[in-house]
DNA sequence: TTGTACGCGTTATCAA
DNA sequence: TTGATAACGCGTACAA
């Protein structure tokens, strides 16, 4: 790789003017201006960021930490931050954390060593005070650390109220929630708060499952979903906290040859693209995935530049009703 | 954030042993380490990548370029690699094509830049020439460039042929062939031949449709069904090359009330996760996603070392029976 | 066993 | 309009 210097000599000047034609700083004559460009473009010169960065104290780098991208929510945010990053010029090192706490440490410690310019954070296992060791511009996903740093989530409570007025209203006398695990410190455990008060309030008889900590075995859902339905064989309504847990759910009423919705609702929850593409469309409370991610990014971006930021950042949920309902 | 210099001085000792101390080198009493690592440990200091890649002239990093990470099967296989080179110490930049040429482009560009030591290259739009420009180790996805650039790919033929002859094992008289557009230059396109051949030798009635270019529209793979069972209505095969085409298929026989797996039967490709969440679930023909993970990573991490590579490296598929046939 | 000095590629300051 | 030089943080000869 051709370095400032190469072009330099090749050119006849010296590193200070290509350096100045390469950021439009100063004056130059047009001779040389051209001249110089005709050499990056004959050595095909590329600027070498790690320099560039090292001397600017600033990376462009942004640390992107989730549970694994692999899961469909989280591999949808993914998308819509790389791009919103790559609009504003900054480029994303993934992390997927597994939702251990070992790699979640591990992977700030990695970030901040990389110099990132800042931090998002989507996976929630490690302890509030771990993050008073960022001194890094931060940015949490559905979960609320301090007062300072500023998170971006979706009205859980809204969310989980909706989706159990939905089911008790379409006639459901048993229901149950299935979700992520509440030792987790998450917002989202907030739609299981709503989920409780909703039924009770109704009178209606509710069971909460909650899932392990490692989120993404489809395998589990299905274990549990099946132990679910043999205790309480009149179970006719289930709030799965994702769309994955709902189609597990909808495999299941399936083996167990219990029609859907007839005997069986299901409401999903994100609204991921998989909601709308299996059969039957999943009933979901559709998160802003997009809108959540370009929040994500502004309130990074803000803190870059030292500009103030509301800390909570709660935008609402829309209910999507469809076919399992 | 500390530099090595402060930690120098707080501890007494000049920068070269405190980079002693850090990259154990060289003989070092053992009162200094100690106390260097108890500065170190107050300080909370870390090194800086930035300055230690410049020195060094590798940064291990490692560019990830996908049409995009939204996409289960780039999801997955986003995630896996990932994960292989995390445990080799590298870090991952991910890229987003969207499967547009600029795009490309303009992300190997920022790569170099990034002084990236190698590129995993998994969207295929821009010309064969690009990749004369890339001074770089490559790993190249499902597509063959020249024959110096190792390719990672699973035997797309043998897929087609498997899929395309349980159909017709299972009965189908007419079937149809749903791909990505062959006017990419992807190894998948053999499936396609594959499909034609098997179909031609055994005599049964077949159609290809292509997709646009823009992979992830699932609407689009819904109206192209649609339009499919329209002008063949005696349609009963349907080969599909990604679960999330099947997926697809399954909800438009859904709509238009034909059986799944009397009427229509369906074969996928992929087997992401979704392939057996979804209800039915989907028969496809499986890539073995985290072993061609595995293998760009060391095919990456050899060209680095500058060990010799196989250029072609194509993994075997299985088929998975499942429901939708 | 530890320190001095230079270079990695870049940009900003100051001089010419 | 252009050039020489220091600095960003680190690692390694070479010297002490």
Do not use: W
């Not at 469909?72 to 998308?79: H, M, T, V």
């Not at 339905?229 to 009423?253: M, Q, R, T, V």
């Not at 997009?290 to 971006?301: D, F």
């Amino acid at each position: 790789m051709p370095t400032i210097k190469d072009v330099a000599e090749k050119a006849g000047v010296t590193v200070t003017t290509v350096s100045r034609v390469l950021n439009n700083r100063g004056y130059i004559s047009e001779a040389t201006r051209n001249k110089v460009y005709r050499v990056m473009k004959e050595l095909d010169y590329q600027p070498n960021e790690l320099a560039r960065s090292l001397f600017r104290g600033k990376s462009n780098l942004i640390g992107l930490i989730i549970p694994t991208v692999s899961h469909p929510f989280f591999g949808e945010l993914s998308a819509y931050i790389e791009g919103y990053a790559h609009s504003k010029g900054y480029k994303i090192l993934l992390c997927n954390s597994q939702l251990e706490r070992e790699k979640e440490i591990e992977y700030i410690d990695m970030l901040k060593r990389h110099q990132v310019d800042g931090i998002i954070m989507a996976s929630h296992t490690i302890e509030v005070d771990e993050y008073s060791k960022v001194n890094l511009p931060i940015v949490t996903f559905d979960r609320r650390i301090k007062e300072k740093i500023p998170y971006v989530s979706s009205d859980n409570y809204q969310g989980g109220k909706l989706a159990t007025n939905l089911l008790i209203d379409k006639g459901c006398k048993q229901i149950a929630h299935i979700c992520g695990n509440l030792s987790l410190d998450l917002l989202a455990n907030k739609r299981n708060e709503a989920f409780v008060a909703t039924a009770q309030e109704r009178g209606i008889k509710f069971h909460t499952v909650q899932t392990e900590i490692n989120v993404f075995e489809t395998k589990q859902y299905e274990r549990l979903i099946l132990e679910l339905f043999s205790e309480h064989p009149n179970l006719d309504g289930i709030f799965a906290s994702s769309d994955l847990i709902a189609a597990s759910a909808i495999k299941i009423c399936y083996q167990l040859k219990k029609e859907i919705p007839d005997e069986v609702r299901i409401v999903g929850y994100d609204d991921t693209n998989i909601a709308s593409l299996v059969t039957p469309q999943i009933t979901t409370i559709r998160q802003p995935i997009e809108m959540m991610s370009k929040l994500a990014m502004e309130l990074l971006i803000k803190q870059m530049n030292e500009e103030k930021v509301t800390v909570e950042n709660i935008l609402p949920v829309t209910l999507q009703e469809r076919e399992t309902t």
